[in-house]
């Protein structure tokens, strides 16, 4: 068990986080998906979704469906951000969870992924779910670490026919 930084808050995000967001969140895509994803599909993805103006367009909640983006800061720095929403009454979704490489191994990834359940539990959710790239052996090793389990595979969001870009459906069920 990492022992989480006694300096690092996780706070909601405002618009004076958007240009950090964003950067981070599309250097750590590019980066952890290098090897595993074509690079047509990373970038569509980066622009579809951590481009400046989308996550300007969403820094806030947008209640039930989005809580609005997270994030985690140690001495005025952002290291890190996360969201997620309602996807039914009684399920919620993590929809990322990104940290810079350095600030790795020390618990601010689970600070952000409590921070989520958290918010779903608030909102009635008795269940939380992730979706993983099939074969980010990290990735699944974490969720799993956190409670996870695999329930089912998807085409992932964005992929196209000729992509073969599937999901792992995760989830974990909230005491
Ligand atoms: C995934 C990520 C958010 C985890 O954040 P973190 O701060 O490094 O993780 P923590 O220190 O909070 O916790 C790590 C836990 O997961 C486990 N784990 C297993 N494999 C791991 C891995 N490759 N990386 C990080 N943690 C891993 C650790 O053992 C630890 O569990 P433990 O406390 O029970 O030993 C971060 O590594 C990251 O941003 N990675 C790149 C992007 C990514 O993969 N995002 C999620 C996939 S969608």
Redesign the pocket.
Known sequence: ??RPSLTAVVRQATDADVAEIARICST?YRD?YRELLPEGYIERSVVAFYDERRVAREIAPAPSQWFGYQVVEEHGRVL?AAGGGMISARAGELS????EAA???????????DRVVTQIREAGGREVW????LG????I???R??GFQPVSTVQASLSRVDDHIVSLRMRRMLD
């Open positions: 068990m990492p750590v952890t890190g990322l969870v990104y940290l600030a790795r191994g020390r618990g601010l990834g689970t600070l952000l992924l992730v979706s993983v790239f980010d052996s990290p990735g090793a974490f969720y670490a956190r």
